[in-house]
Nanobody, 122 residues
Framework: QVQLVESGGGLVQPGGSLRLSCVTS????????MGWYRQAPGKERELVAT???????KYADSVKGRFTISRDNTKNTVYLQMSSLKPEDTAIYCC????????????????WGQGTQVTVSA
């Protein structure tokens, strides 16, 4: 069965860093695009970053220069390195598999992880 398991969330101070991991199984990882989404209470789910099978990346304007998405096809894992964290980055971060682009718009795939909580607070 398809499974996505996120880890790496936690409580950090503003300006700190976290590295999220999403380990997948049951999919042909190297073929598909992956995405990271986040959702804070009372807000819509936001697409944070995507990475194609070829390694091309896109980021939300709010995280450009601070977050880096990467993938390790040997480990079937996608990462989100988050630096210079701000309180507004506080959210549940979820990994998404099998998304696709329609033009520049990323449609989320049907596979989701359970999410990992990131809290940025002094």
């Amino acid at each position: 069965q398809v499974q996505l398991v996120e880890s790496g969330g936690g409580l950090v101070q503003p300006g700190g860093s976290l590295r999220l991991s999403c380990v997948t199984s049951g999919i042909i990882f190297s073929r598909g695009a992956m995405g990271w989404y986040r959702q804070a209470p009372g807000k819509e789910r936001e697409l944070v970053a995507t990475i194609t099978s070829g390694g091309s990346t896109k980021y939300a304007d709010s995280v450009k220069g601070r977050f880096t998405i990467s993938r390790d096809n040997t480990k079937n894992t996608v990462y989100l390195q988050m630096s210079s964290l701000k309180p507004e980055d506080t959210a549940i971060y979820c990994c998404n598999a099998d998304g696709q682009y329609f033009g520049t718009y990323y449609y989320p795939g049907k596979y989701w992880g359970q999410g990992t909580q990131v809290t940025v607070s002094a």
